[in-house]
């Protein structure tokens, strides 16, 4: 989620119901070695507690030197270690997933941080189930970071040699689990209320985890939250009960509104720059907000190429007038939306 969970964008997963999060993952060395280019990864504001800032690296020691600079800086709740990242420039580097291969390193790494952090905030973990299909490793990893001092895993259903495709194996998942005693966090293809309620019901987990559905509806969490109650306050409720209610989402204009005030934000934000630098390192944010929306395709292309913020309004002005689902005008938007 690098590029994508910054301080913005948790603010309004946050506002719309989301529990606990981490943030973008930041390289340790990056931390030690350039530490105030790299702190900007590290920004949250205090409404976005619980949340964890998320490391990578492959050098025990290293990491835990940046877990105690992180910690001096901002006081996050927690230390997460990323043993999961799939890219190729992370793994090149023995980081992320490739520690999978390697459980000796990975129990090292893990414990060498742990063991000098735990006393200052706790130390999660996120892992994959494996490297590849025929190294699927998962429950001995969790019983490994166990063992190691980690208090909690998130666990992504899907192997390095998948990538993100496929489906995620919640068998697996289930299996890490029984194993240990710890928290597992389920992770992988959790897109509905329905969903979350269906593997609470089908598996040993304390936990899930969104990810990729969160970057073009972080409505889901909103979503989730009313299934929950649901669940909470009747005691025949099911996923498949809760999904015939169909539990009332966003509608197009309130898509469009969170849309347009997420751009705002992250202009007076400023990280990215000005208007138009902004409008350019967001223009793969907003394509991911419409995949759900009708006419899309041409609705990407333009966001391929949007400039500022008035022509993203007119975008979705021009968009809402031809696809409003009621019988009136729409209450079109405008700066201050």
């Given amino acids: 989620m690098a590029g994508v969970t910054d301080l913005v964008f948790r603010k309004i997963c946050k506002e719309m119901g989301a529990d606990v999060m981490t943030t973008e993952f930041v390289s340790a060395e990056g931390i030690l070695q350039a530490d105030k280019r790299t702190r900007k990864y590290t920004e949250f504001e205090e409404e976005q507690r619980p949340l964890g800032i998320q490391l990578f690296g492959a050098d025990g020691q290293r990491m835990a030197e940046a877990a105690d600079k992180i910690i001096d800086w901002k006081q996050p709740d927690f230390i997460d270690l990323n043993f999961g990242c799939p890219v190729k420039k992370v793994v090149s580097r023995n980081g992320g997933s490739s520690l999978l291969k390697n459980c000796p390193l990975l129990a090292d790494v893990a414990g060498t941080v742990a063991s000098r952090i735990n006393h200052r905030v706790p130390v999660t973990a996120k892992i994959r189930i494996g490297w590849d299909a025929s190294s699927i490793n998962a429950p001995e990893v969790c019983r490994i970071l166990e063992d190691q001092g980690i208090q909690a895993i998130a666990v992504h259903g899907r192997t390095r040699a998948q990538g993100y495709s496929g489906e995620a194996d919640w068998n697996i998942i289930d299996a890490c689990a029984r194993a240990v005693s710890i928290p597992i966090i389920g992770n992988g293809d ?108 041409p609705l990407r292309l333009r966001f391929s190429q949007v400039a500022s913020l008035q022509e993203l309004q007119d975008i979705a002005n021009e968009h809402l007038s031809q696809h409003f689902p009621t019988p009136h005008s729409p209450e079109f938007l405008t700066p201050n939306s």
Wanted: glycine share 8%; aromatic share 6%.
């Fill in 190 to 297: 959790i897109s509905s209320g329905a969903d979350v309620l269906r593997r609470q019901s089908e598996t040993a987990i304390s936990a899930v985890m969104i990810g990729r559905a969160a970057m073009g509806s972080p409505w889901i969490f909103r979503e989730i939250r009313a299934a929950l109650n649901e669940k909470k306050h009747s005691i025949q409720t099911t996923a498949s009960s809760i999904l015939a209610k169909k539990i009332p989402g966003m509608s197009l204009q309130d898509q469009w509104q969170l849309i347009l005030r997420h751009v705002r934000l992250s202009m007076e934000w400023g990280r990215y720059g000005n208007e138009l630098q902004t409008l350019r390192s967001m223009r793969s944010r907003l394509m991911a907000y419409s995949r759900g929306f009708p006419a899309g395709k």
